[in-house]
Each structure stands twice: as structure tokens, then as C-alpha cells.
């Protein structure tokens, strides 16, 4: 049975190709609006050259996110600043630290080299040519740097809360489970200390009257007592384990909990789109490898709100006995996720291998994926 869920958001494709395009229609707009008067015929060639150039950079700006506000520099010495401002911003959206602002800084003072070129020729005094030059340098060079970087930390913010939501509600859900435990612990306690005593009493008391009786009828009856007692005293010492101990072996959520975990995603606001190939009617995967799978899907969740704020995530999970059970997660690579020390994904491969299974995570073409395959006897 295969059941495919999804919020109402757009598909992964069509957000895949509306960010490049929205990224050239902004460069597209800013040069209309910003087109150099009276081009030189060499630098109306160069402007053409950088099209197939621009359009490219844009499509890899993930991959590559220093390609376009480079290309933009080159695109200012053919007159035009369109390129090199939205670049910037999407640098500084996808990269922090001292060679961002190395980058806005070389964009803003060959602008602003260009400037007073042109002001110095017009005749304009010091202190306008001063003036001009300065401005341009925070218009061109520092403007866009601080645009990309308010979108990556608010983008780093929606992550965190969204990360926060999702734990909350594991928290809520561990919490509850606990309470249950403890609830059904004092219940083992107080069974085992009452109905326990009065059976280890009754099963004394019709020994005693076993060895003593007389009349062979009695002793019959003492004795069928004394086992039924003792059976009964087997029975409840079972019941006592069940509600004490079942929950503490296998504390974790199985398998069945998945849709649970992932519509509490969705409820934080992330995309996640789930594709459920398991027979629900037939058998199920043992309980130690439902247990993984959970534990896969909770960490894959929990990093693609971390690293990916905002990416739609893929989960696909099929199997059967004697095929194996193989689960999927991949979302798109993201700006403005924080960078994790892949701890927990070590922790997950170690899981799966203990159980015969591989794990494999990749980063292939703008989009991280995560797989692991486990085997499913057949039994």
C-alpha cells in the first residue's frame, strides 16, 4: 500500500525553478532601471558574453556562491551594477565571515573608482566627488552585504524556532510516556503488594491443610487450592513484569509512530512530504528495527530544520519481508543553516550497522540525501 501526504505548499520542482528565476528577473529589472547611457560598442559585447555566464551562476549559486557577485564585479566594468548587487546579497545569504566583505568591498571601491572617473570629468567639486564616492561604496558594496545577511539570520531564527517546535512536541511526547510509565509502575507495586500477599497466603494456608487433613476429600481440595493458588500467584507476578518492565526494554517510539513524528513537523511549519510503501495489513518489521527508523526520520527531520531552514522534505520508506526495509530522506541544500558537527548522523550509522544495514548520506547537485537499508527477515 503506498500513501503519499503532503501539505499545501508548492511542489520541490516548482519552488527548485522560481527562486533562479525571481533571482534573474531582479537582475533583469535593476539593469532596465540602472542601463548605462551611451555604452562603448566593447562594453555592450561584454554584457552579451555575460548572459549565458549570469544565467548559469544563478542556477549554481547554491553550489557555487561566490560565481555570481564575481561575475558582477566583471559586469561593473561593462557599465552595469544589477549583476554584482543581487550576487552580493545572495553571497551574503549563503556565506558568512571576512571574505564576503572582502568581495563587498572590492565591488564597492570599483564603483566607486568608477564614480569619481565620471564626476571628475563632469567637473563636480571636492566635496561632491567625496560625497558621490562614499555613497556609492555603501550603495554598491555594503547595502547588499546587509540585506543577505538580515535574511540569513532570519532565516537562522525560523529554523531555530521551527527546531524548537519539533522538540517540544518529542518532549511532550516523552514526558507523557514517562507519566504512563510511572503510573504503571505504582500499579505493578501495589498489585504485587497486596493480591501478591493474599495468594502467597492462600497458597500456605492450603499446604498447611494438605499435610493435616485427614479425610483423603479434603486433602484433594487443599491441594487443588494450593495450585491453583500458585498459578494464579505465576500469573499476577507476570502481570507485574508486563506493567513494570515492558515499557522500560523498549522505551523508544516504533515504526507506527513515524506519521505521528511528521505531521508534528508540519504542524511547526515545515514542508515534509511523506511516502509510506509498507503493507499495513501484513506482517511488520521487528520492534528493534521500527525503533530505528524512527530514531532515522527524528534526526533527518531535526537536521533539515537545522541545516535547510524552509527546504521541502522528501521521506520514502518501503520494504518487505526478505527484501528489507530501505528509507529515504532528501531535502534541497539550503542559505542560512547552521553547520553541524555530524555527530548524530554517526550515532545513526553506528545504529544501523549493529543491525546488518548500511547508511549512506550524500550531497549531490543542490540536494542532500539520506538513505539507509535494513534487513527484514523473513519469517
Not at 521551527?162 to 512536541?169: P, T
Not at 514526558?175 to 504485587?192: D, F, K, L, P, Y
Not at 494450593?226 to 507476578?237: E, F, H, K, M, Q
Not at 508540519?266 to 520492534?287: H, I
Request: hydrophobic share 50%; net charge neutral; no cysteine.
Amino acid at each position: 500500500m503506498a500513501v503519499a501526504a503532503s501539505g499545501s505548499r508548492p511542489t520541490p520542482r516548482a519552488m527548485q525553478w522560481s527562486s533562479p528565476l525571481l533571482y534573474l528577473a531582479a537582475i533583469v529589472i535593476l539593469y532596465v532601471n540602472n542601463a548605462p547611457q551611451n555604452p562603448y560598442q566593447w562594453q555592450v559585447v561584454l554584457q552579451i558574453a555575460l548572459v549565458p555566464l549570469v544565467i548559469a551562476a544563478v542556477v549554481l549559486r547554491v553550489r557555487l556562491p561566490y560565481a555570481l557577485p564575481l561575475l558582477g564585479i566583471v559586469a561593473m566594468v561593462a557599465g552595469t551594477t544589477s549583476v554584482f548587487l543581487v550576487g552580493m546579497m545572495s553571497l551574503a545569504v549563503r556565506r558568512a565571515g571576512l571574505r564576503i566583505w572582502l568581495v563587498a568591498v572590492l565591488g564597492g571601491t570599483i564603483f566607486s573608482v568608477q564614480n569619481y572617473q565620471r564626476f571628475a570629468a563632469e567637473g563636480s567639486q571636492a566635496g561632491e566627488l567625496v560625497l558621490f564616492v562614499m555613497l556609492g561604496f555603501v550603495v554598491i558594496g555594503i547595502a547588499p552585504t546587509l540585506v543577505g545577511r538580515y535574511i540569513r539570520l532570519h532565516r537562522q531564527l525560523e529554523s531555530s524556532v521551527a527546531e524548537q517546535a519539533v522538540r517540544a512536541e518529542v518532549d511532550r511526547e516523552l514526558a507523557s510516556r514517562e507519566a504512563a510509565q510511572t503510573e504503571r509502575e505504582r500499579i505493578a507495586r501495589e498489585m504485587h503488594d497486596s493480591v501478591g500477599h493474599v495468594l502467597a497466603l492462600l497458597t500456605m494456608q492450603a499446604g498447611a491443610l494438605e499435610v493435616s487433613a485427614k479425610d483423603p476429600k479434603v486433602v484433594e481440595a487443599a491441594e487443588s487450592i494450593r495450585v491453583t493458588a500458585r498459578t494464579g500467584l505465576a500469573d499476577l507476578r507476570a502481570v507485574v513484569r508486563a506493567l513494570g518492565e515492558e515499557d522500560r526494554r523498549d522505551p523508544a517510539p516504533g515504526l507506527a509512530a513515524v506519521p505521528q513524528l511528521v505531521q508534528a513537523s508540519r504542524s511547526a511549519g515545515a514542508n515534509v512530504e511523506l511516502t509510506w510503501n509498507l503493507d499495513d495489513d501484513g506482517p511488520q518489521p521487528p520492534a528493534s528495527l521500527g525503533r530505528v527508523l524512527y530514531r532515522i526520520v527524528q534526526e533527518g527531520l531535526t537536521n533539515a530544520h537545522r541545516h535547510a531552514p524552509g527546504a521541502p522534505v522528501e521521506i520514502s520508506l518501503a520494504g518487505s519481508p526478505g527484501a528489507g526495509v530501505e528509507l529515504v530522506m532528501a531535502n534541497r541544500l539550503t542559505p542560512g543553516g547552521e553547520r553541524g558537527a555530524g555527530t548524530g548522523l554517526a550515532a545513526l550509522r553506528n545504529r544501523v550497522e549493529v543491525l546488518g544495514g548500511t547508511f549512506d548520506t550524500r550531497a549531490v547537485r543542490g540536494q542532500f540525501e539520506l538513505r539507509a537499508q535494513l534487513p527484514w527477515e523473513d519469517t
